[in-house]
């Protein structure tokens, strides 16, 4: 079956690193994808990656190992508006999005 | 400005009516969907649409049904609404045919209650 495994929820503190992992299984890939999404709001995207290695943009960046399944997103400098749910989505062989439940990120001052 | 409704954007519903959620995206994307969002699970594909005139089912389709009549617009109907299909409900689109990796946009969301 697909599964996609995040923390449920995650706590740092401004000005701080953190890093929220996600493994996948898929029925095939096609890259895979991260969302953040504020409490009440849309998912806005965030990054793609469908090689392995480390996208860079900005204060966020995202890594991929497609032989271990595995994909994390890491925020540097963190804001308070970084507070928010972050979802993994790889995207299996018919090109659909498998998706997490996300993990919720709580910035304290 | 650019971008895609959803109305309404919130319904509290009594259980047996009929309700359709509307859909409308200005970008000229050719794939749409429609996702529900539950409480402590992921995102999950209802409907979606390749491009207009055709529709496809996805990982829960039981109690719905969409058109795609043009470009632009995507409802969802649910016939006859239960409890259990009380949800966020967002709409999304992508550029291309969904056959790709393409970027899925997303709407503001209808937040439906069926008491």
């Known amino acids: 079956g697909q599964n996609i495994d995040q923390p449920t929820e995650m706590t740092a503190t401004e000005g701080a690193i953190v890093q929220i992992n996600c493994t996948y299984q898929?029925?095939?890939?096609?890259?895979l994808f991260w969302y953040q999404q504020h409490a009440g709001e849309a998912p806005t995207f965030l990054s793609y990656?469908?090689l392995d290695g480390l996208e860079e943009k900005g204060r966020f960046s995202s890594f991929l190992s497609r032989s271990k399944g595995y994909s994390y997103l890491l925020l540097k400098e963190l804001q308070m508006k970084d507070s928010a749910s972050y979802l993994c989505?790889?995207?299996?062989?018919?090109?659909?999005?498998?998706w997490g439940a996300g993990t919720k990120l709580i910035i304290k001052p | 400005i650019a971008g895609i409704t959803q109305a309404p954007t919130s319904q509290i519903l009594a259980a047996g009516r009929r309700m359709t959620l509307r859909c409308t995206q200005d970008m000229r994307h050719n794939a749409m969907y429609w996702y529900r969002q539950d409480l402590g699970l992921g995102l999950r594909l209802i409907h979606y649409?390749?491009?207009?005139?055709?529709?496809g089912k996805g990982e829960v389709p039981d109690g719905y049904s969409v058109s795609r009549a043009n470009t632009d617009d995507f409802p969802l109907t649910l016939a006859s609404a239960v409890p259990s299909q009380t949800s966020v409900y967002f709409c999304?689109?992508?550029?291309?045919?969904?056959?790709?990796?393409?970027?899925?946009?997303f709407g503001p969301g209808t937040r439906l209650t069926v008491l």
């Open positions: 990656n469908v």
């Open positions: 898929t029925s095939g890939f096609n890259g």
């Open positions: 989505a790889p995207m299996d062989s018919n090109y659909q999005l498998i």
């Open positions: 649409s390749n491009t207009a005139g055709t529709t």
């Open positions: 999304a689109s992508s550029p291309g045919i969904a056959g790709g990796p393409d970027t899925q946009y």
